[in-house]
């Protein structure tokens, strides 16, 4: 696991495909830093990407408040079957089945829906293309369901119609920026693939 930075209130990782970013993650940070590792937030375990960990609990206050208030911003990176509009705001109500694992697009709010939006803006197109993403809001695979319900599903996305022999979702938190120390703090990595 790759450390972007480190000091002794934060740590900046670029999380591996495969590891649990609640419970891997911060158990093998923890075998390298001591003191408890606070997750502040969330990539599904086949996305990669740069994530922040707290290493207190006052930092782990101010950065999940930041970013309840939306002054984290997340930038992804998604390569897609097809070819989307040049850029673009989606916007949804999601439904997570939780026994099944699986989110879907409804159309109208009801116990359990949440709103959806992200922007979009696209780097290459083909028979597949990458985009540029930011998120605005944080929902279960959020990235993954949006552009799979409008016929874009992720490169290696199985579990909402992609047939790409890519294992994983070509998916990768590119990009996090938020408020530390009285100042806004970017950090970022690029996938190979993009």
């Known amino acids: 696991m790759e450390i972007l930075h480190s000091d002794e209130n934060i740590i900046v990782i670029i999380k591996p495909v495969g590891l649990d970013s609640e419970h891997d993650v911060p158990k093998a940070i923890a075998e390298d830093y001591e003191g408890e590792i606070f997750t502040l937030h969330r990539l599904d375990r086949n996305v990669g990407g740069v994530m922040v960990y707290a290493r207190d609990k006052k930092t782990a206050a101010i950065i999940s408040k930041a970013i309840q208030e939306g002054r984290m911003v997340k930038e992804y990176l998604a390569k897609v079957h097809g070819t989307p509009d040049k850029s673009g705001v989606l ?19 009801r116990a359990g829906v949440k709103k959806a939006k992200l922007e979009y803006k696209r780097l ?21 369901v949006q552009f799979a319900s409008r016929g874009y599903p992720l490169v290696g996305d199985h ?29 970022e990595a690029t996938p190979n693939w993009a």
Do not use: A, C, W
């Not at 890519?166 to 938190?173: D, G, I």
């Not at 920026?177 to 100042?183: C, I, L, S, V």
């Open 91 to 109: 916007e949804d109500l999601l439904f997570k089945d939780s026994r099944k694992n699986k989110v879907f697009v409804v159309k109208r709010q």
């Open 124 to 144: 290459s197109e083909g028979e597949e293309s990458l985009l540029h993403i930011r998120l605005y809001t944080g929902r279960s695979h959020q990235i993954r």
């Open 159 to 187: 579990k909402y119609g992609s047939r790409s022999s890519v294992k994983e979702p070509m998916l990768y938190s590119h990009r996090i920026t938020f408020p530390y120390k009285g100042k806004d703090v970017s950090f």
